[in-house]
């Protein structure tokens, strides 16, 4: 079958869509569910409803797809990711047509109606895919410029690889969690500025970072590399992500190789996975990179995204605060220029592989995606709504990060990407 233009502005669905909804019929992004009566499965969301894409094919309605029916009856999308993008956009083309509002081929039969459309409020969502890797890299350039000012030399706060390479380090995928998941603090070695010798201890500096992450879609093998033109064929769509971090662990252990203990404790992802194709009306220019690129790096095309990002700490029993607006558009480096980069030493690719942006700062103080940056290492403690304020995060707090891109009238979220930190043990 022929696919329809899923993300023109005037399509309605006959699904009522609340206002400001991050998920109108635009957006179809894919996750896992489950119910008491139903097993985990392939999901759609739309409006404050999950359609069930098991069920839609079990009773036939992608038939006309000739696809596996098995794909969606599976608690994890890999199989389904892995039919390749041509199956992708068949399946959400034809979920498209059946929301539709001109449609009545679902719309009239209620008690398929019945079956298909899941409330989000009765349903559990799920980490939606198996994640055999994990890549973090570091490509905000205000994020960079920030940290290498606070750690080292403020008039070179880049290090002189920056502007080259999109810097990563490969993370631990075992301990990415659904959003909703809490995490106990991390505990490790800590050394004070005036002290001999390290100590044992819960961190004291426990931040959020604040970024998204791609889920790759077509895999690749040992040796082959992906170009940025093809790079778009090997993403199939994208999550919040929060990279949970201990800042005082991290000091001690990250020379000579980088992060560890810091980081492998806990990350954080959205459930529902939005397309590129969905995301595809708010293209927009990325920086101009100076110094100019390596062949291998450069691309044509406007490939970064519009996407608003914030974050909230919401304390126990009470209001939450905003404490960052950043966007996507800050991205220096851009996902196909990961993607190349990550694979051009032949390094091989699995679908499922999970690869994050790194923590997403803008230009101002507002805009800072993590609380070493917002509050300046604790040296500018940010107010609370509820009159205490944080220099970082406390036991109890619950961090949430939301996104969405808007333009015509129409905006594509992510839903909610949370977690709360719990005492350690």
């Known amino acids: 079958m022929t696919t329809r233009d899923t993300n023109s502005p005037t399509l309605r669905s006959w699904v009522q869509v609340p206002a400001n909804s991050d998920f109108p019929i635009q957006n179809l992004p894919f996750g896992i569910f489950s119910t008491p009566r139903r097993s985990p499965r392939a999901g759609i969301a739309i409006g404050e409803y999950i359609l069930d894409l098991n069920a839609l094919a079990e009773m036939g309605y992608f038939d006309v797809l000739q696809l596996d029916k098995k794909v969606f009856s599976q608690p994890v999308l890999n199989d389904f990711i892995a039919l390749g993008q041509k199956a992708w956009r068949a399946v959400r083309s034809r979920v498209s047509e059946l929301l539709d509002e001109k449609t009545q081929a679902l719309q009239s039969q209620p008690e398929a109606r019945e079956q298909c459309l899941v409330p989000m409020s009765e349903a559990t969502l799920h980490l939606p895919v198996r994640i055999g890797d994990y890549t973090d890299f570091y490509s905000s350039i205000d994020h960079a410029t920030n940290m290498g000012k606070m750690f080292r030399d403020p008039e070179n706060a880049l290090l002189p690889n920056w502007k080259h390479i999109p810097v990563g380090y490969h993370g631990r995928a075992s301990s990415i969690v659904v959003s909703g998941t809490p995490f106990r603090r991390p505990k490790g070695q800590t050394k004070a500025p005036d002290a001999e010798v390290p100590t044992f201890n819960p961190t004291r500096l426990l931040d959020f970072e604040l970024e998204t992450a791609f889920i790759v879609g077509k895999p690749t093998q040992l040796g082959e590399s992906i170009s940025t033109a093809a790079a778009d064929e090997h993403i199939f769509g994208m999550v919040l992500f929060n990279d949970w971090s201990a ?136 107010p609370m709504a509820d009159g205490s304020e944080r220099k970082f995060i406390n036991d109890g707090d619950t961090v949430i990060i939301r996104g969405f891109a808007t333009k015509n009238g129409v905006r594509i979220g992510f839903g909610e990407c949370a977690s709360k930190a719990l005492p350690a043990v």
């Not at 590129?276 to 100076?290: C, I, M």
């Not at 996507?328 to 994050?356: F, I, P, R, S």
Request: charged share 20%.
């Open 247 to 382: 800042r005082d662990i991290q000091a001690w252990e990250y020379v000579p190789l980088g992060p560890f203990l810091a980081k492998n404790f806990c990350s954080v992802v959205s459930p529902w996975i939005v397309t590129l194709d969905a995301l595809e009306p708010f293209r927009v220019p990325g920086y101009t990179q100076e110094p100019a690129v390596l062949p291998y790096l450069e691309y044509t095309g406007d490939k970064n995204i519009d996407i608003a990002l914030e974050v909230a700490i919401k304390p126990e029993n009470a209001a939450e605060t905003v404490v960052c607006r950043s966007n996507y558009k800050y991205m220096y480096w851009t996902m196909e220029q990961q993607l190349a980069h990550h694979t051009v030493n032949g390094c091989n690719m699995n679908v499922g592989d999970m690869l994050a942006s790194g923590t997403i700062s803008g230009p101002h103080e507002g805009s800072f995606g993590s609380m070493m940056e917002i509050t300046w290492r604790g040296t500018k403690p940010v």
